[in-house]
């Protein structure tokens, strides 16, 4: 079955949706921009978070030792990097956390996904530009990926059956669960159960 992610949460009244909605996933932004969190924030969320729910932290090229910070504390599970971070980085990450770690591929061509399929993260993720854009990519981009790998960019209520077509691994979304640049309750719920239904059907 297809997961998940609703990303962007920016504080406790998101954390409450997403124990509603119940994604696989949620993910906080550390990286400066609209949904940038504090590590406090994060905290926070994290605390009324339901516990069956992981949480990604976004980051582009962090100090290390932050990342680990943040998961020794038990405010995230997952490290999701969109940097353009090296093997090297990736392999240090890993290592020092013990945390999956997801990796964004930037796709302007099928051999930006074919070329990442050799990174050690455990995941990728496939998205518009550095992220966060709410821009879709060429999907027609995507070839036969042997690592899970998650779509983002761009995906919402009338893109995300589409979207799930392709095999994906999960779907990550985060202004498709908005509106006016707030998460909403019912899309939230709307896109976990059209998520749900849809993987059932494939």
């Known amino acids: 079955m297809a997961k998940i992610k609703l990303c962007g949460l920016t504080g406790i009244r998101d954390a409450l949706y997403a124990n509603e ?3 696989d996933y949620v993910g906080f932004v550390f ?3 609209r949904h940038f ?3 406090r924030t994060a905290a926070d969320m994290r605390r009324v978070l339901n516990p069956l729910i992981p949480a990604a932290g976004v980051f582009v090229r962090e100090n290390p030792d932050h990342i680990r910070a943040l998961t020794e504390k038990g405010i995230i599970q997952i490290v999701q990097l969109h940097g353009g ?4 980085y990736i392999h240090k990450v890993r290592s020092m956390t013990g945390c999956p770690v997801i990796r964004a591929v930037s796709v302007s061509s099928s051999g930006d996904i074919a070329s990442a399929q050799e990174t050690e993260a455990d995941f990728l993720l496939l ?3 550095r992220g966060g854009t709410g821009i879709a990519f060429d999907w027609s981009l995507i070839p036969p990926i042997r690592k899970p790998w998650f779509m983002a960019g761009g995906i919402g209520k009338g893109n995300v059956r589409q979207a799930l077509s392709y095999g994906p691994y999960g ?3 985060s202004s ?3 509106t006016e640049g707030r ?3 019912l899309k939230m719920k709307d896109l976990v159960r059209m998520v749900r239904q849809e993987s059932e059907g494939l």
Do not use: F, N, R, Y
Request: glycine residues 12%; proline residues 4%; charged residues 45%.
């Open 21 to 23: 909605a119940m994604p």
């Open 31 to 33: 990286e400066k921009g």
């Open 37 to 39: 969190v504090s590590d």
């Open 85 to 88: 971070e090296t093997e090297d």
């Open 127 to 129: 998205d518009h530009g």
């Open 171 to 173: 779907v990550d979304i």
């Open 176 to 178: 498709g669960a908005e």
């Open 183 to 185: 998460k909403d309750l």
